[in-house]
């Protein structure tokens, strides 16, 4: 088969991803409980790789673990404990372009990740050999992921809205829902519990292992990410007044500005993880947000506005761009402990930077 063009790929593809006035309302405690400190970046590194398009991140001790296309999808891990520089990457095969990777999970040393795709099938690999593990056929797409802490299950969402849980071990299917009535487009694991989110605007709270529902939200708007607070006392999640899919359209919008999108139109919600009382709105991306993380109190976002923000939950939600690229950022990722942040984006030109690290500092932590 040919290869697909990067103008067909930009034009087609469906992402599962100084100081802004952003609009906050209203204001209620997030439990966090650090003090509100801006942090300074003390460190930049970027990775370029010509027509490369970074897809996902995930970052693992001293690993960062990404799936790239350029003719076919890879994973990618770089490996900062390796000194010299052009032995610390390898590379894993996935697949043609024919489907999209609509997620990646990794579990905390870096050495096992997980990918889903359109085409339906989730699979495992062994990173330092690059050994398949294990493969599941889900029925239809594969649309996101989300690993238990103790990286011994694995949840599975769907595009018909189905939820299912494994037992990696021994890959035994325990639990299959018919969760949502749409595509599930973002879940998140803290401890036994499960937030799932779908393109219905839907967002519920589910137990594990049972899969038991414990409450459910409607709102408007596609949600396109989920991230739980440190402590896991707050869920954030992102809504879109459009659908989160590349056209044509769209992609001859942004050669006019990567701001399509009126405000208001892309919000952040952080919620009490109970998913009870009343929200608080962040409101200041321009387009459809593709990707939430947390550095303590601190949540990070990116944006196919081709920003990331840093949001200062404890201080009103104020907010501070970290980056503007030249190109769509698809997802985030930060670190468990520190201040590290690596940004996976859309390099499609000659020598474009696909993947950014950041080390945040914060002087008072």
């Known amino acids: 088969m040919d290869r697909p063009s990067l103008s067909s ?49 995930a970052l693992a001790d001293k690993r960062t673990i990404t799936v790239e296309l350029t003719d076919r999808f890879e994973l990618v891990v770089r490996d900062a404990s390796t000194a010299n520089a052009k032995a610390n990457i390898r590379r894993i095969d996935l697949a043609k372009a024919d489907f999209d990777i609509l997620d990646l999970v990794t579990n905390h040393d870096g050495s096992i990740a997980y990918v889903a795709s359109t085409a339906g099938w989730v699979r495992g690999y062994e990173l330092d050999s690059g050994r398949l593990l294990s493969e599941w056929r889900m029925g239809s797409s594969a649309t996101a992921l989300a690993l238990s802490a103790d990286a011994e299950k694995l949840v599975i969402g769907t595009a018909t809205g189905v939820l299912c849980l494994r037992r990696l071990r021994d890959g035994a299917q325990l639990q299959c829902v018919a969760a949502h009535q749409s595509r599930v487009s973002a879940i998140a694991i803290s401890g036994a519990t499960l937030i799932s ?140 402990l520190g201040g590290d942040v690596v940004v996976a984006s859309w390099g499609t030109e000659s020598e474009s930077t696909s993947i950014t690290s950041l080390q945040l500092l914060y002087p008072q932590r």
């Open 197 to 336: 989110g779908d393109w219905s605007g839907t967002v519920a709270r589910w137990s594990l292992p049972s899969l038991r529902e414990e409450r459910r939200i409607a709102g408007t708007g596609f949600v396109s990410a989920i991230a739980w607070s440190p402590n896991s006392e707050t869920i954030a999640f992102a809504r879109n007044a459009r659908k989160p899919v590349r056209t044509p359209k769209l992609n001859a919008a942004e050669k006019e500005s990567p701001q399509v999108d009126p405000p208001g139109h892309n919000v952040i919600e952080l919620r009490p993880s109970s998913l009870e009382g009343t929200a608080i709105t962040l409101e200041d991306h321009r387009s459809i947000i593709s990707a939430l993380a947390w550095i303590g109190p601190d949540l990070v976002s990116g944006s196919w506005d081709r920003t990331v923000r840093i949001w200062n939950t404890t201080a009103a939600g104020r907010v501070r761009i970290l980056l503007r690229l030249p190109h769509l950022v698809s997802d985030v990722a930060t670190s468990r």
């Open 9 to 57: 790929i930009l034009s087609l593809a469906v992402l599962a991803s100084s100081c802004g006035g952003a609009t906050v309302s209203p204001r209620a405690p997030l439990g966090n409980d650090e003090p509100a400190v801006a942090p300074s970046i003390g460190q930049r590194t970027t990775s370029r790789r010509q027509d490369s398009l970074a897809y996902h991140v």
